[in-house]
Nanobody, 122 residues
């Protein structure tokens, strides 16, 4: 089994900062890309940022210049540094990883965490 666990969410006022973390654990052979997505009530899931196994980074236009994604490859951990937060950033933030499990098949599989709530409000 492979598990992703997010942490770091909470309540913050506009203009504030939060740092989210996501740790992948379990029977992992390797991890390709890791990503952050978010979903606000009544809206679909939005890709926020991604980082590949080679360090290639993409970020959504809606958060460009405010959010940064990084990764600790040795610890199977991805981070999302969120600065200058706005009320529109309020959402459940989900971690995603493309994982090759340590099993007989070694088939690339997408996994998602349970999510962590980020609320930006004054």
């Amino acid at each position: 089994q492979v598990q992703l666990v997010e942490s770091g969410g909470g309540l913050v006022q506009p203009g504030g900062s939060l740092r989210l973390s996501c740790v992948a654990s379990g029977s992992i052979f390797s991890i390709r890309s890791m990503r952050w997505g978010r979903q606000a009530p009544g809206k679909g899931r939005e890709l926020v940022a991604s980082i590949s196994s080679g360090g290639y980074v993409t970020v959504a236009d809606s958060v460009k210049g405010r959010f940064a994604i990084s990764r600790d490859y040795a610890k199977n951990t991805v981070f999302l540094q969120m600065n200058s937060l706005k009320p529109d950033d309020t959402a459940v933030y989900y971690c995603n990883a493309d994982v090759i499990p340590r099993d007989a098949q070694r088939i690339l599989t997408a996994y998602w965490g349970q999510g962590t709530q980020v609320t930006v409000s004054s």
